[in-house]
């Protein structure tokens, strides 16, 4: 069993900044990749970034390239998320994945992929 747990959700202004976190444990995390993915009030999941087994490789959604940065620290069993520029539309529940692969992220339906999921961390960007 995984369990994945987020952290560095908030409140903040547009324009602003937060680094997401999600600490990893009850596998090897260095053999995974790793994603986040969010969820708007009223809206579907949807993709937002994933980084390969060892951070060498990630792949964005188009509405977040140029101002998130997705990175992970192995020997923390960690992945982050910074987020730079927020919108009030990257309000949302924000939440840690894993997948066997890189490029499952990439798939049409990611989310057929993902081996688990953490609780989420919620995110208010406020206008």
């Known amino acids: 069993q995984v369990q994945l747990v987020e952290s560095g959700g908030g409140l903040v202004q547009a324009g602003g900044s937060l680094r997401l976190s999600c600490v990893a444990s009850g596998r090897t995390f260095s053999r995974y990749a790793m994603g986040w993915f969010r969820q708007a009030p009223g809206k579907e999941r949807e993709f937002v970034a994933a980084?390969?087994?060892?951070?060498?490789?990630?792949h964005y959604a188009d509405s977040v390239k140029g101002r998130f940065t997705i990175s992970r620290d192995n020997a923390k069993n960690t992945v982050y998320l910074q987020m730079n520029s927020l919108k009030p539309e990257d309000t949302a529940v924000y939440y840690c994945?894993?997948?066997?692969?890189?490029?499952?992220?990439?798939?049409?339906?990611?989310?057929?992929?993902?081996?688990?999921w953490g609780k989420g961390t919620l995110v208010t960007v406020s206008s």
């Open positions: 980084i390969d087994w060892n951070g060498g490789n990630t």
């Open positions: 994945t894993t997948a066997p692969a890189l490029y499952y992220y990439a798939d049409y339906e990611p989310e057929r992929h993902i081996d688990y």
